[in-house]
């Protein structure tokens, strides 16, 4: 197993192996940041590059809910609570 993957990360059902550099996507999509003004509740969504068990490139999707400007920031997000999506990326 490449040793650049050594976050386990269970989602249903599923055991993947995570790089444990989670980023923010940056995407637009409704109710983003974008979205927003300033003391609003937007939705923060970030990846993390993993493998699943048969070595496919995938992210783990997380969304994290925030208020703009007041991001507790990424130590303070329940990471195993709030995947919401796996993508197969290659």
């Not at 050594?6 to 996507?25: R, S, V, W």
């Not at 300033?38 to 208020?67: M, R, S």
């Amino acid at each position: 197993m490449n040793t650049k993957y050594t976050n386990k990360i269970e989602f249903n059902g599923q055991t993947y192996m995570g790089d444990g550099e989670a980023f923010a996507t940056g995407r637009i999509f409704p109710g983003c940041f974008n979205d927003v003004e300033n003391g609003e509740e937007y939705t923060n969504e970030w990846a993390e590059d993993a493998i699943d068990k048969d070595g496919n490139n995938v992210q783990i999707i997380y969304h994290f809910e925030d208020v703009k400007g007041e991001e507790p920031g990424p130590d303070t997000y329940d990471w195993e609570s709030n995947i919401v999506n796996v993508k197969i990326i290659g």
